[in-house]
């Protein structure tokens, strides 16, 4: 099936086939399946922007694990400045892939599909929720290709742990979609959403502990690490990755450079995952909106 007769199918269900013929409207699943299913065709058939997916991550990954790793952080234990800064990197892949995957809304709009898919007998619910599902699978797919390359980057880590990241990158990839989306819904050009898009990714990024511990921050900087919601989605996935090398650390040292700390009260992964689910929610709320209004 290509991208064309995948957008297509959503008027061929409200036509035929569709399980309300009665009302002529497609059922909410069969466009949610119809619009994620465009959104990774187009992703596979798009090679340049699968291959950028990566190059920045691994690159970035190079220059500081290698050229400035030594220099700017001091670990516990036996823990080296890459094996800290890889989790960071999975979740910087996630974040990037998932808030620019915003920006097919943008396209839509512009060679006219949205439209087309706004007028037609379907939920516009539905098409939301389709633009995130489609997001957020490609997100967790580049997330979990970052795992498959991490031996040859001299990272180690089990299958086992993968296993458990695969639901929390999941959920953390819903919850940046989200992000995109609600953005992508209210802009009318890609250079404004890229610009947008950059202005939130990079503070959101740089202030979320993927490149150094979120402890032991000047107030200021401290201040800005705690209200930002990357940082609650960094923090579980950097624990699980590394709860070998934590295992073996003293009971407090974990907290030191894992999890994420509120004027003396450390909180728990739960609890940051917590964080993570609300702001999911509201993303969802916000983009939900924002395409049911548009125009």
Aim: charged share 15%; with cysteine.
């Amino acid at each position: 099936m290509t991208a064309d007769q995948a957008t297509a199918e959503v008027g061929k269900h409200s036509e035929i086939g569709s399980t309300r013929r009665s009302t002529g409207r497609a059922s909410f699943l069969q466009v949610v399946r119809v619009i994620w299913l465009r959104e990774i065709l187009i992703y596979v058939r798009d090679r340049p922007r699968m291959i950028s997916a990566f190059a920045m991550p691994v690159l970035m990954l190079v220059l500081f694990g290698e050229g400035l790793g030594n220099s700017i952080a001091t670990l516990p234990g036996d823990i080296s400045y890459r094996q800290f800064f890889f989790p960071g990197m999975v979740a910087m892949q996630v974040l990037m892939s998932s808030v620019f995957s915003g920006v097919s809304i943008v396209t839509d709009r512009q060679f006219g599909f949205l439209r087309e898919i706004l007028v037609a007998p379907v939920s516009r619910t539905a098409i939301c929720f389709g633009k995130i599902v489609g997001g957020a699978t490609l997100a967790l797919a580049n997330g979990l290709v970052m795992f498959a390359i991490a031996p040859l980057l001299g990272i180690d880590i089990s299958l086992e742990i993968v296993a458990k990241l695969i639901g929390l990158i999941a959920l953390v990839s819903f919850m940046l979609t989200g992000v995109g989306v609600a953005m992508g819904s209210r802009l009318r050009s890609v250079e404004s959403f890229q610009m947008l898009s950059q202005v939130a990714i990079m503070p959101g990024m740089f202030l979320s502990g993927i490149f150094f511990p979120v402890n032991n921050l000047p107030v200021w900087m401290d201040v800005l690490v705690k209200v930002n919601p990357v940082t609650y989605a960094v923090a579980p996935i950097r624990e699980i990755a590394l709860s070998k090398q934590l295992s073996e650390l003293p009971a407090d040292a974990p907290f030191q450079i894992t999890h994420v700390d509120w004027f003396g009260y450390t909180l728990s992964t739960w609890e940051e995952l917590g964080i993570v689910v609300i702001f999911g929610v509201a993303m969802l709320t916000i983009a939900i909106r924002g395409v049911r209004t548009v125009d």
